[in-house]
């Protein structure tokens, strides 16, 4: 379907802009990095860019997960608009590059080294049928929690290990008075946390079937059913106004001390590092308990329009800023991702993302580094869109028992496909 709808546009758009010689010197960028922590770390390319003489045009449109910017950048794209680069995840970048639309850096890929650089699992959705169309920003991974520490300290909780503890110690917040589970009623936000209950509950083998190989008699499982059972459990641990709440805001709940912990990917860390709160100090980040040792991931990429020639310079060197070894330090910090190279020290990271690297190197190495089906990086955009949609009935009540969820995820699993 993208690719009918694109069709054509390619050519027109450079028509348009065969007429001029010079090269514009102005990087258009559409994005989803709209909150305090995003805007901070994207903060860290613009400078860059702007030493090296590019002006910045900013295309943002808000939206946690990036459904409303995907949309816009569908329309732009359709119109023959084509931004010098947009965020983008996995799968949809696959799909416009099948669709004939992107352009391709793979001198500049082979200039700066890239295929030694950046990891395979990347390298899987940033080069179609050989070229590179997209650079890598970061790895986030979502199997994370996001704890008050002094609310921790308040109710004597400690690290929780299996999901039972974490029933537990969501326990002893709501004894105290506390929301125990900040959560934002969205449906990308409640699917990014069962991507986590589903690798908690099933093991990693089990995620990897489901999630990733999409094997319907994973689908069908008990496992899965109990996935939704513990979902369910996790939902009883809200606040009544968690409907329609954005993410950032649900982080503020934690960082605030109104809610104990988030479950969320470690973009939430660039918002605890927004508002200057150092880890094991302020705040604790765990791994969300019985995943350890397995990584949930996903990765922002700069999609890389065909776009005229004219403006081809602006987006060499916006690839090669992004890809380059101080800026994946500079940016990931901020951003509370870990870099998209496997050669960046992890001197200048917080304790959280060194752990990220760490677990990140590991999970590379042992066959644990699984793609998020809520992220974009399980199955193409059709299927996380049908996953993110029976995640979220269920969770607001229009799916009602797990035995129907189920009945319905693999329904819509299937019609997607
Ligand atoms: C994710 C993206 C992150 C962060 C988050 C919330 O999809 O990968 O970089 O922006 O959405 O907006």
Partial sequence: MLRKLLIGTALASGLAFAAHAEDV????????????GEAAALNVLKQDLAKEGYAWKDVPVAGGGGDAAMTALKAMVAAGN???????????????AAAGVMGDLTETAKKEGWDK?????LQKFSVYDGKWVAAPVNVHSVNWLWINKAVMDKIGGTEPKTFDDFVALLDKAKAAGVVPLALGGQNWQEATMFDSVVLSTGGPEFYKKAMNDLDDASLKSDTMKKSFDNLAKLVTYVDPNFSGRDWNLATAMVIKGDALVQVMGDWAKG???????TPGTDFLCYRFPGTDGSVIYNSDMFGMFNV????KAAQVALATATLSKSFQSAFNVVKGSVPARTDVPDTDFDACGKKGIADLKKA???????????????????????YKDVVSKFVHGQIKTSDEAVTELVKAIDDAK
């Avoid at 010098?84 to 416009?96: E, F, H, P, R």
Wanted: charged letters at 15%.
């Fill in 271 to 277: 918002e605890f590092h927004a508002a200057n709160k």
């Fill in 308 to 311: 005229p020639d004219d403006r």
């Fill in 117 to 121: 650089s950046v990891p395979a699992a």
């Fill in 25 to 36: 010197k102005e990087v258009q960028m559409l994005h989803w990095w709209t909150s305090g």
């Fill in 82 to 96: 084509y931004p010098t680069a947009s965020q983008m995840l996995g799968y949809t970048v696959l799909d416009y």
């Fill in 364 to 386: 590379n190495e042992g066959g644990t580094l699984f793609g998020s089906l809520a992220q974009g990086y399980g199955a193409p955009p059709a299927v996380a869109n049908a």
